[in-house]
């Protein structure tokens, strides 16, 4: 998995122009592992299948690194939700230095599956459908749910049609109320509570409002 990283003893040689030409051997210098931080503190240890071939140009783009940071999942598993956040404040704790982390808290699998819902695409909001694509590459089974703003949900389907994993991609720009609405409807239609991960906190979704308080956070002003 290619994570996120700020390569702290190479940060004087990115201001260096690229027009300057090849440097001398001698000038080279040894990364020490101990300096290299990461960008984000916790990371899905899985991961999804993707195709080979590159992605459609009408796929929506996600990063790997950024893969169920912010996600759906059963409300039966709040108790185990509730003690990965405490853990995962802890670890942030323990491991952050300066603008990263020394470390990454790699969480599994809940023990209860969203597929175990028997959830479809159908159910979900009616906005554009298009494809999936992470890193570049189509998620086999993905695809992706926008109101044609920044902003779309996400997940990945069984062969069968059951979906398996469902998130939210924030963009830059602010959430539609629209959008914030269809968040409401499918956490109160599927008995599922939105975790963000990023900011390690549940998701108030009780209402349109609650959540276009928490987007603002992602909102570049």
């Known amino acids: 998995m290619i994570l996120k990283r700020l390569f702290i003893t190479l940060l004087p040689f990115l201001a260096t122009s690229c027009g300057d030409g090849p440097k001398p051997t001698e000038n080279v210098q040894n990364l020490d592992p101990q300096k290299i931080l990461f960008s984000l503190p916790t990371l899905c240890d899985l991961a999804p299948a993707v195709e080979a071939e590159p992605a459609s140009k009408d796929a929506k783009e996600l990063h790997e690194d950024d893969w169920r940071q912010i996600e759906f999942v059963p409300l039966s598993n709040d108790d185990h939700i509730r003690s990965e956040l405490a853990a995962l404040s802890v670890f942030k704790t323990e491991h952050q230095k300066g603008a990263g982390w020394t470390s990454v808290y790699l969480r599994k699998e809940h023990p209860t599956e969203l597929v175990t819902l028997g959830l479809r695409v159908a159910s979900l909001p009616g906005f554009a459908t298009s494809a ?90």
């Open 132 to 221: 999936l694509a992470l890193s570049g590459r189509p998620v086999r089974g993905g695809f992706a749910l926008t109101d044609q703003n920044e902003w779309f949900i996400y997940g990945q389907r069984s062969p069968d049609g059951h979906i398996i994993q469902l998130g939210v991609s924030p963009g830059n720009s602010s959430c539609s109320q629209r959008f914030a609405l269809g968040l409401v409807q499918i956490a109160r239609a599927a008995h599922v509570q939105l975790i963000d991960w990023y900011a390690g906190a549940v998701v108030d979704a009780a209402s349109p409002a609650s959540i276009l308080k928490w987007a603002h956070r992602y909102q570049r002003q």
